[in-house]
């Protein structure tokens, strides 16, 4: 089930993320803050890369309700620079709810054009039992612009 979060946009554009609730491989490695690029990295950001430069109407709309761009092919990559996934740590920590906050939480990276980043973390890995993951849309400045949950 995936549902919108702190927003009142439909919860069925979320649907169309389908790709966030793909199985998380039991052992995702870690360089500091930045999960590795491995299986799950992967499969999601070649979904989302599908999104991101589809002309279809119903990625367009989702893009949009993300406030996400449409960049080219070359300009989505899962980032493994140490300072740039520390900053999406810290940011990504910021935008949970308390419960769910845990400091220097590793989190996938994926660099959408030159604005945008869209962070996540492996589901329970702050502990609890979540029954969702949080996603967050950032722009360049760390912001948050949407949150959802798979």
Request: glycine content about 10%.
């Given at each position: 089930m995936i549902q919108k979060m702190w927003s009142d946009r439909p919860v069925g554009a979320v649907l169309l993320f389908g790709f966030l609730v793909m199985a998380t491989p039991a052992h995702a490695?870690?360089?500091g803050l930045c999960?590795?690029?491995d299986d799950e990295a992967a499969m999601r950001t070649a979904a989302l890369r599908r999104m991101l430069?589809?002309?279809e109407s119903r990625w367009v709309a989702t893009r949009n309700a993300y406030q996400?761009?449409?960049p080219p092919d070359t300009a989505i990559s899962v980032v493994a620079d140490s300072a740039t996934c520390h900053a999406a740590s810290r940011a990504h920590n910021a935008a949970l709810p308390l419960e769910a906050r845990v400091s220097n939480r590793p989190v996938y990276v994926v660099k959408v054009g030159?604005?945008?980043y869209v962070v996540w973390d492996r589901r329970a890995s702050d502990?609890?039992?979540d029954e969702y993951e949080i996603v967050v849309v950032?722009?360049?400045a760390w912001s948050p612009l949407e949150k959802f949950a798979t």
């Open positions: 490695g870690s360089q999960r590795s690029a430069t589809s002309s996400l761009p449409a030159s604005s945008r502990g609890l039992a950032f722009d360049a």
